[in-house]
């Protein structure tokens, strides 16, 4: 993997450790919002908000836009893809060890 597309890759999956952030990015999963309207089920200032987004933002996930005083945003998913790709290399390694468990618990004899 090239130097630049892991480090997109780090910033993806350090803008998907923070629930309040994962949160933001659910709700943008329904369409373009207001800042504002991301900010209300949350308990934190609007400033705190826009460092959350600022991280997003940063990481290619959302892409924000300014008509006068309002910002909306918009989710853009294609940044997943390489962190899903990543995480997908690791499925047949946990199917395997599934697998072994299924073999060992029908091995096991019955009391």
């Known amino acids: 993997m ?3 597309e892991e480090r997109r890759l780090d910033a ?3 803008a998907l450790s923070n629930r309040t952030r994962r949160a ?3 709700s943008l999963t329904a369409g373009p919002a207001r800042v504002t309207e991301l900010a209300e089920p949350h308990k934190m200032s609007l400033n705190a908000i826009s460092k959350h ?3 997003l933002e ?9 008509e ?3 910002q909306s945003c918009v989710l853009d998913a294609e940044p997943l893809a390489p962190a899903e790709a990543w995480i997908a290399g690791y499925r ?4 395997q060890r599934l697998d072994r468990l299924v073999e060992f618990v029908e ?3 019955r009391r």
Do not use: D, E, M, S
């Open 2 to 4: 090239l130097l630049a």
């Open 92 to 95: 047949r390694f946990w199917n």
């Open 24 to 26: 933001l990015l659910q």
């Open 68 to 70: 006068g005083n309002v």
């Open 53 to 55: 987004l600022f991280v």
């Open 107 to 109: 091995k096991k004899p």
């Open 12 to 14: 993806v999956f350090h």
């Open 58 to 66: 940063r990481a290619g996930l959302i892409r924000r836009t300014r």
